[in-house]
């Protein structure tokens, strides 16, 4: 069986997470020790000091600035990590289906599944409940190639919620 998805692309995942999760966190303790820093200034002024409304602007300005960072990358950068981090958890843990096929076609067409990015292998397999043929889209990850598997092979891989796991082409006789 060739591995199409390994356990070593889950660690990766979960690294990358950790990055994301440590740069926001060294952003939160700066702002935190910022406005610690501008709580003090403001506790040693005296009482109707022409520098309070100075301290005060200061502070909502970092403060507006901080939820506006907050929104943007945890809107952005981190959900698309974290989300890709719940799939190849998924992939690692998940029950597994094996299904042979034969390939019929590469599918270009960006297709979303728990908001992470695929484009799909096209196999026609026999249903023995309805006795006929039909298509079976197989997800690939957007960034990654396709697998080298050309018209008409039988294949036999390994699925785990319609993702592809791995493969293994099957000779013909």
Excluded: C
């Amino acid at each position: 069986m060739i591995e199409y998805f390994r356990e070593e692309d889950f660690f990766k995942a979960k690294s990358q997470r950790k990055k994301v999760l440590y740069l926001f966190y060294a952003v939160l303790a700066v702002y935190v020790i910022f406005s610690l820093g501008m709580f003090l200034w403001y506790r040693t002024l005296p009482y109707m000091s022409g520098q309070i409304i100075k301290v005060k602007v200061i502070h909502h300005v970092i403060s507006v600035l901080f939820v506006i960072f907050t929104f943007i990358f945890m809107g952005i950068p981190f959900k698309r990590v974290n989300r890709y981090y719940k799939l190849t958890r998924n992939l690692l843990t998940g029950i597994r289906e094996t299904s042979t096929g034969s390939f019929f076609e590469y599918d270009e067409t960006l297709q979303d599944k728990d908001g992470v990015d695929f484009k799909s292998l096209v196999f026609i397999e026999w249903n023995k409940y309805k006795n006929d043929f039909f298509e079976r889209k197989v997800l690939v990850f957007d960034e990654r190639e396709f697998p080298q598997i050309k018209e008409g092979q039988n294949v036999t891989y390994v699925t785990q919620g319609n993702v592809l796991v791995s493969y293994k082409i099957l000779e013909e006789n």
